[in-house]
């Protein structure tokens, strides 16, 4: 693999006591969209914040293309944060020039405006713009200086499923484009759909790191079942499962196999829906089995 | 100072002058509330004074005779001075009625004061003829407690402009990440501090001339000071109120602290500053901490260019004090100053 554009190595963010960040490490390449996942509190938004130069590592560093970042760091990277209001009184197209004149070469608004879809808005004020709108705007200013790297913090957060298949697209054409983005979501079937690969966060370290189609094909045998709740006190003793309201969700790691053994039981599969594993399961297995581990300590 | 930090200057001072002309509100409250103080002053105060003032030496305390029996009268009031004479710009423009120096047996009178007339009267009356008084005449249009209150009213304007101008919004913009985002485009602390005073400066100025027209325009002030002294001491203390609006807010987190710091602030400030009254003969302490407040340097220089034709020399101390503050806040606001 080429050389990373972004690196993070043993990145470590302690404020007094507390450790945000435990000894980080993460390479992000060119035309490639890497997922942060994690639990809230898990140290993502720290990590990223170090990552965009905008907090101090108290350990480890970055770099950019193998050096020290340069002091023109902020040039080169866009960033769009979780939660970000708009000046109050600048219409879309002033908050749009404002942004690129801070920059010392900037994108062609006629191409900002194309690329998000902001041709409707720019008279408009921050208050009369919807959440998928603004979130638009929010994306163009990140991408005002022709960014090589985009830091995009749960651009979808909120928003309808059109906005954010909107989005989606946006993001799609930027990593074909060539530029490197990190991304940060609770949505796992955007980070499925988006990222190439994903590195997933728990206190403050990255505990499971990879290709996305390589995390999901050490799943490629399993299958969640679901059963109805009322079959629980027929499964076979040692069956594990978790509880989803009225239903029983089960991973199996040979289907035929399971199958057998519940029809066997006498259970009745009449209602039982099968699927594919998900990152989101993988993500929620992730964390049910560290779970359990901490319990078993 | 390379290109790019004045395009970036520029942009930030130009956003955010739309954005506080687009604030209606705010902006005709700026403009209007001191309007109305100043109306309301001018028709509150309206009246002569019902009492007429003498100053008189102290020495003469205790005297008698016919000094005595004109000085010791309810309808007047003595202004007992160690140097009466001093008080001759007093005289000048009828905030007293009449200096008398009864071991001279001297007094002076301003001619263009109808209370001056009244009381000469009443002092050759006492008196009576052959008393060898000697009459000093000096002459002076009156200056009335609106034009008195009226620098002190654009210098609270200033102040309170300047403090929730700048204060304030920037405690909201670190507060819902402007400041998070802009600081993420690179953009140095120093060229937004440079933009956001820039701004709200120009737009201060703008507002104190257009105040200072009207209101001159309807209440007719005597200026006789130059104008472009008075501005330059106005422009020195925005730079130390927009100065202390920075510092106030250099690291501030909430809107409630701010809000809070610049009460703590500014009402101490308005009530040293004399933009009412005068605290002449306050407590020594309360004319010690005066001299500490740049508010009042600027009020004091402002009304001595204004009625008193102060000369940029005249009134260098004040405005080197209210410089110097300016600079020395500013160092430690932007010393301290936080993104977040």
């Known amino acids: 693999m080429s050389q990373p554009i972004l690196e993070a190595q043993n990145l470590v963010k302690r404020f007094g006591d507390v450790i945000a960040v435990a000894g980080v490490d993460i390479a992000l390449y060119s035309g490639e969209c890497l997922g942060l996942l994690g639990e809230n509190g898990a140290g993502k938004t720290t990590t990223i914040e170090m990552l965009e130069n905008l907090q101090d590592p108290s350990e480890g560093e ?25 000046p109050d009184k600048l219409t879309v197209l002033e908050t749009l020039t404002l942004f690129r004149s801070l920059y010392p070469s900037a994108a062609s608004l006629d191409e900002l405006i194309a690329r998000c879809d902001l041709g409707d808005l720019l008279g408009q004020e921050p208050k009369t713009l919807s959440g998928g709108q603004r979130q638009r705007v929010l994306l163009a200013l990140a991408l005002v200086n022709q960014p090589e790297i985009l830091f995009l913090d749960e651009p979808t957060a909120g928003l309808d499923p059109s906005a954010r298949r909107r989005l989606w ?127 078993d300590e | 100072m390379n290109s790019l930090w004045l395009s970036q200057c520029w942009a930030l001072m130009r956003s955010r002058v739309l954005e506080m002309l687009r604030d209606r509100a705010t902006l005709m409250w700026n403009l209007v509330f001191p309007v109305f103080l100043i109306v309301s002053f001018a028709f509150a105060f309206d009246g002569q004074r019902a009492r007429f003032t003498i100053v008189a030496p102290q020495q003469f305390d205790l005297m008698t005779g016919g000094w005595y029996e004109f000085l010791h009268n309810s309808l007047i009031r003595v202004d007992w001075q160690d140097e009466p004479l001093e008080s001759l710009d007093k005289l000048a423009k009828h905030q007293v009625d009449m200096i008398v120096d009864p071991l001279g047996n001297a007094y002076w009178i301003n001619q263009n004061s109808a209370n001056a007339y ?127 609006g920075l510092l106030l807010a250099a690291s501030t987190q909430s809107e409630e602290l701010a809000s809070g710091l610049i009460n703590f602030i500014s009402w101490p400030l308005v009530l040293l500053s004399e933009i009412w009254f005068s605290l002449e003969g306050a407590h020594p302490l309360v004319a010690g901490l005066k001299q500490a407040s740049p508010l009042w340097h600027m009020i004091d220089a402002a009304r001595a260019v204004m009625y008193d034709a102060a000369t940029l020399t005249d009134v260098l101390p004040q405005l080197g004090y209210v410089i110097g503050f300016a600079v020395v806040v500013m160092a430690l606001g932007a010393k301290l100053f936080k993104w977040r």
């Not at chain 1, 970055?62 to 944060?81: D, Q």
């Not at chain 1, 499964?235 to 053994?261: C, F, H, K, M």
């Not at chain 2, 009213?153 to 204060?167: D, H, K, R, T, Y």
């Open chain 1, 62 to 86: 970055v770099r950019y293309k193998g050096a020290p970042l340069p002091s023109n760091f902020a040039e080169r990277i866009g960033v769009m944060f979780q939660a970000t209001a708009l």
């Open chain 1, 169 to 295: 697209e946006i993001v799609k054409q930027l990593r074909a484009e060539g530029v490197a983005i990190l991304l940060t979501t609770h949505y796992m079937e955007e980070a499925e759909l988006l990222c190439d690969r994903i590195a997933i966060m728990q206190s403050g370290r990255v505990v499971n790191q990879g290709r996305t189609h390589e995390l999901l094909s050490r799943y490629t045998q399993e299958r969640i079942v679901e059963l109805p709740r009322r079959v629980m006190s027929q499964l076979p003793e040692g069956t594990q499962y978790s509880e989803q309201g009225d239903w029983l969700e089960i991973v199996v790691p040979d289907l035929n196999v399971a199958l057998g053994r519940w029809l066997d039981a006498g259970i009745d599969l009449r209602q039982m829906t099968i699927r594919a594993v998900s990152l989101e399961d993988v993500f929620l297995m992730h964390f049910s089995d560290q779970a359990a581990e901490a319990g």
């Open chain 2, 118 to 244: 009244l009381l000469e009267k009443v002092l050759l009356q006492i008196m009576g003829p052959n008393q060898g008084l000697v009459r000093h005449r000096l002459e002076g249009e009156p200056i009335r407690y609106v034009d008195w209150v009226f620098p002190g009213i654009i210098g609270l304007n200033l102040m309170f402009s300047a403090l929730w101008g700048v204060g304030y919004a920037l405690v909201r913009y670190r507060r819902n990440g402007v400041l998070k985002r802009l600081q993420a485009t690179g953009t140095s602390a120093s060229v937004f501090m440079f933009a956001q005073l820039g701004a709200r400066l120009g737009l201060l100025l703008v507002m104190v001339t257009v105040l200072f027209i009207g209101l001159d325009w309807v209440f007719e002030f005597p200026v006789v000071g130059s104008f472009g002294t008075l501005l330059l001491v106005y422009l020195a203390g925005a730079c130390a109120m927009l100065a202390l």
